[in-house]
C-alpha cells in the first residue's frame, strides 16, 4: 500500500490577476497553509466563546470586569514593549483601503500613520485582496505610481522621510477567504491577509527602519489577543525576524473588549503598541450584545451618540488611562468628513466640529486621532501640536483622576436622546447605498459627505432591528415596524433611482442591496455580522 499523498499547501480558486505570482509564491503560500494548521481551531474556539458569551449577557444584561484576570489589573509592574522610533510619534494617523491611488496618497499625506486597510474599508474581492498586497510591496519597493484615467493627473510617492508609517489591519476573525483553501477548508481571511503581508514585507520593513506594525479589528477578548500574540512569535520565528518586530494596536470596538483592555495589552505587551477607541463598531457592538435587554439599551439616532455621550466618556477616558498606565499609545477616534469641492459652507461647519472633536481627544490625553480625508490632516495635527509641542506623545500623562464603574460603560440610558423618524430614514438611506457599493467591491463609501465603511451599515441595521424589536415609538407617532421599515425602503429605492437615472440604476447593485438591508434588519435571527450573507453575493 502507497504512502498517502501529501497534503496540498494552500490551494487557490480564483482567477488570475496580474502579476498575482509575486504574492501567492510556493513560499508564501505554505506559510498561510502553516498559520492555518496551526492557528485555525482555536480561531474556531474562540469564535464559539463569543456566542456563549453573549447567550451569558442575553441572560443578564450586564457586563464586568473579568474576576479571574484581577492580579493582571493590580499588578503595577508591567508594562508594554517600548514603542519603536517609527510609532513612537502617531498623532495624526489617516485610514484607507489599499487601492493604487489611495496607497500613494495616504503615504503622502502628512500623516504619521497609514492604516492600510484590508478590513472594514475594503470590499474582500479577490483582486482587492492581491491587489491590495502588491500595491504594498511595490511602495515599499519605491516602484509605485498611478495616473488617473479619467483626469491624466499622475501621483508617485514624496521622498522616503516624508512619508507615513504603516499600520497594516487584516480581515476579522469571523471572515474565511473563500479563494484560499487548505485540506478543503477556507482559510481564515485574517490569516491570508496577515500571513501574506508578513511573508514578504517583514524583512524588507526592518531594513527601512521600521517593521511589521498591525491593527487588529473585532477582537473581543483577551484570549484572542494571546492568539494573536502567539502567531506573532511563531511568525517571527518562520521568516527569520527578530521577536518583538511585530507591534500591534488593538481597535476596542466591542463592548466586551472594553472590560479586558488591561489583558488585551498583557497578553500582547512584547508586540503591543496601543489601544484605539472607535465608534461605530462600538456601538454596533454594544446594540448586539444587548439586543435582549430591553429599553434602557436602546441606542438613539447613530448621529445622536457623539463621544460626549456618558457612556462613551467612560470608555475613552478609560481606554487613556489603561494605556498610559501600561506605556501604551492611546489613538482616539474618526474624523470621517469628506470635505466638499463645491459648499464652502459646509466645509466651515464641519471643519469647525472636527477641530473641537480633536482639540477635545488631545485634551483628554489622546496620542493621536484618525481622519478619513487627506485636508482633515492639517487640522487634526493643529489640534495635537498645541496640546503635545514637540513630544512625540503624551503617554506621561497617566490620567489617575479617572474612574470607570462597570456599569458606566453600558449606561446607554444616561444619553437624553430618542430614536427618531429621521434617523430610520437615515439608517435606511446610508444602509441601501453603502451595501450597494460594497457590492461592487468598494469599502470606503462617500455617502452625505461622510466617508463611511462596513461598520456604518452594521450600525445602521443593527439600529433598525433594535427599534423595531424594541417597539419604538418615534416622535411622530409611527411605531418602528417591518411594514414601516419596507416602506421607508422602497420610497428610498424608489429616490435613488430617480438621482442616478434608469441606465445607472439598472447598472447597479441597488435592488439587491435594498433587499439585503432588509433581511439583515428585519429577521428575527439577528445576522452576527453583515459581512457574512453580503461575502455570499460578492462578485470576484
Not at 490577476?17 to 501567492?24: F, H, M, T
Not at 501600561?326 to 469647525?352: C, L, Q, T, Y
Request: with cysteine; proline share 5%.
Amino acid at each position: 500500500m502507497s504512502a498517502p499523498a501529501p497534503s496540498p499547501l494552500a490551494i487557490v480558486e480564483a482567477e488570475p490577476l496580474p502579476r498575482q505570482e509575486e504574492v501567492l509564491t510556493d513560499a508564501a503560500l505554505a506559510f498561510v497553509a502553516e498559520l492555518h494548521r496551526r492557528f485555525t481551531p482555536r480561531r474556531d474556539e474562540l469564535l464559539a466563546r463569543r456566542a456563549e458569551r453573549r447567550a451569558e449577557i442575553a441572560r443578564t444584561s450586564t457586563l464586568d470586569f473579568l474576576p479571574e484576570t484581577a492580579a493582571i489589573r493590580a499588578d503595577d509592574s508591567w508594562k508594554v514593549a517600548e514603542a519603536p522610533a517609527a510609532l513612537n510619534d502617531r498623532r495624526v494617523e489617516i485610514t484607507g483601503p489599499t487601492d493604487r491611488k489611495m496607497t500613494i496618497n495616504a503615504l503622502n499625506s502628512g500623516a504619521k500613520v497609514w492604516l492600510a486597510d484590508f478590513e472594514d474599508a475594503s470590499a474582500p474581492t479577490w483582486e482587492n485582496v492581491i491587489l491590495g498586497q502588491l500595491n504594498l510591496i511595490d511602495a515599499y519597493e519605491r516602484r509605485i505610481d498611478f495616473t488617473d484615467p479619467r483626469s491624466g493627473k499622475t501621483y508617485a510617492l514624496k521622498p522616503a522621510e516624508e512619508l507615513a508609517t504603516v499600520v497594516m489591519r487584516p480581515r476579522g476573525w469571523h471572515l474565511t477567504e473563500r479563494h484560499v483553501t487548505v485540506d478543503g477548508t477556507p482559510v481564515p481571511g485574517a490569516l491570508v491577509d496577515f500571513g501574506l503581508y508578513f511573508f514578504h514585507n517583514a524583512r524588507r520593513l526592518l531594513d527601512l527602519g521600521k517593521g511589521p506594525y498591525f491593527y487588529l479589528p473585532k477582537t473581543e477578548s483577551h484570549l484572542e489577543a494571546r492568539l494573536w500574540n502567539d502567531i506573532f512569535v511563531f511568525a517571527q520565528d518562520h521568516v527569520g525576524v527578530p521577536q518583538g518586530s511585530v507591534r500591534a494596536t488593538v481597535l476596542i470596538e466591542t463592548i466586551t473588549a472594553a472590560y479586558e483592555m488591561e489583558e488585551i495589552l498583557y497578553e500582547l505587551r512584547d508586540h503591543a503598541s496601543g489601544l484605539n477607541a472607535g465608534r461605530w463598531d462600538y456601538l454596533f457592538s454594544i446594540v448586539k450584545n444587548f439586543r435582549d435587554g430591553g429599553e434602557k439599551f436602546v441606542l438613539p439616532d447613530r448621529n445622536a451618540v457623539t463621544m460626549t455621550a456618558p457612556f462613551m466618556r467612560a470608555y475613552t477616558e478609560l481606554l487613556v488611562r489603561t494605556c498610559h498606565k501600561r506605556g501604551a499609545h492611546a489613538i482616539g477616534g474618526m474624523a470621517a468628513f469628506i470635505p466638499s469641492r463645491k459648499d464652502a459652507e459646509v466645509n466651515k461647519v464641519a471643519f469647525e466640529k472636527v477641530k473641537a472633536d480633536k482639540d477635545r481627544e488631545a485634551g483628554d490625553g489622546f496620542d493621536g486621532s484618525w481622519v478619513a480625508h487627506p485636508d482633515l490632516v492639517p487640522i487634526a495635527m493643529a489640534s495635537f501640536d498645541a496640546v503635545l509641542g514637540d513630544r512625540p506623545n503624551q503617554k506621561d500623562r497617566l490620567r489617575e483622576d479617572v474612574s470607570v464603574a462597570p456599569g458606566d460603560l453600558i449606561a446607554v440610558d444616561s444619553l437624553d436622546a430618542r430614536p427618531t423618524y429621521e434617523g430610520l430614514r437615515n439608517a435606511v438611506q446610508v444602509g441601501i447605498r453603502y451595501i450597494e457599493a460594497w457590492l461592487r467591491g468598494l469599502g470606503a463609501v462617500a455617502i452625505f459627505n461622510l466617508m463611511e465603511d462596513a461598520a456604518t451599515a452594521e450600525i445602521s441595521r443593527s439600529q433598525i432591528w433594535q427599534w423595531i424589536n424594541a417597539g419604538v415609538v418615534f416622535e411622530n407617532g409611527e411605531r418602528a415596524t417591518p411594514e414601516l421599515a419596507r416602506n421607508v425602503a422602497a420610497e428610498e429605492l424608489a429616490a435613488i433611482r430617480e438621482e442616478v437615472g434608469e441606465e445607472a440604476f439598472a447598472s447597479g447593485n441597488w435592488q439587491q442591496a435594498h433587499d439585503l438591508l432588509l433581511k439583515v434588519a428585519l429577521d428575527e435571527n439577528y445576522e452576527d455580522f453583515l459581512t457574512l450573507p453580503a461575502y455570499e453575493q460578492l462578485v470576484g
